[in-house]
T-cell receptor, first 113, second 114 residues
Framework: GQQLNQSPQSMFIQEGEDVSMNCTSSSIFNTWLWYKQEPGEGPVLLIA?????ELTSNGRLTAQFGITRKDSFLNISASIPSDVGIYFC?????????????FGQGTTLQVKP | GAGVSQTPSNKVTEKGKYVELRCDPISGHTALYWYRQSLGQGPEFLIYFQGTGAADDSGLPNDRFFAVRPEGSVSTLKIQRTERGDSAVYLCASNLRGGTDTQYFGPGTRLTVL
């Protein structure tokens, strides 16, 4: 099925470092979302972006909705051990008839204390 | 709790058997979604319910997969004649009205087909 292209696939960083990951698509999305998933759990929403060019923060997390509507990035500043998990981008086309999300393949983040 | 719940948490079955996976959405949420997540991949959309009706079933891979939501609350995903390739985590999500409302995910059911 269709998925967004997310990179990097995995990251292993030192506690305190900043992290950046991004997501691209060949087609336009009207909403971009970033989720975090921990083992044995479902994805949990971190940040939602609704407007091209929008830059939104949630604590140490910052995400941007690309101007072309075909990409988004997520930054995590001053990483801590509890940031460990898999981060997914997801796009929504905004049709009123469906709420289905298209997900990226995920970025696995490991943080070394 | 008040979140989305899914049962069973794990299901092991043999090839060719029939399975049912259950989802209890957040109370009052009219929209319900099923996704399938294979190992190392992101969730893939299967079907979306608005109330009792399937508003979008474009993600169901074939006619062995079927889902119902008869009273507009609990939903059951049914898989007939299971195949080894059906092994995955099946995630359910719900939101208040559909559209771009935040989707809240359950913990998933891990299905293993031997």
């Amino acid at each position: 099925g269709q998925q967004l292209n997310q990179s990097p696939q995995s990251m292993f960083i030192q506690e305190g470092e900043d992290v950046s990951m991004n997501c691209t698509s060949s087609s336009i999305f009207n909403t971009w979302l970033w989720y975090k998933q921990e083992p044995g759990e479902g994805p949990v929403l971190l940040i939602a972006l609704y407007k091209a060019g929008e830059l939104t923060s949630n604590g140490r997390l910052t995400a941007q909705f690309g101007i072309t509507r075909k990409d988004s990035f997520l930054n995590i500043s001053a990483s801590i051990p509890s940031d460990v998990g898999i981060y997914f981008c997801a796009g929504h086309r905004g049709s009123s008839n469906t709420g289905k999300l298209i997900f990226g393949q995920g970025t696995t983040l490991q943080v070394k204390p | 709790g008040a979140g989305v719940s899914q049962t069973p948490s794990n299901k092991v079955t043999e090839k060719g058997k029939y399975v049912e996976l259950r989802c209890d959405p957040i109370s009052g949420h009219t929209a319900l979604y099923w996704y399938r997540q294979s190992l190392g991949q992101g969730p893939e959309f299967l079907i979306y319910f608005q109330g009792t009706g399937a508003a979008d079933d474009s993600g169901l891979p074939n006619d062995r997969f079927f889902a119902v939501r008869p009273e507009g609350s609990v939903s059951t995903l049914k898989i007939q004649r299971t195949e080894r390739g059906d092994s995955a985590v099946y995630l359910c999500a719900s939101n208040l009205r559909g559209g771009t409302d935040t989707q809240y995910f359950g913990p998933g059911t891990r299905l293993t087909v031997l």
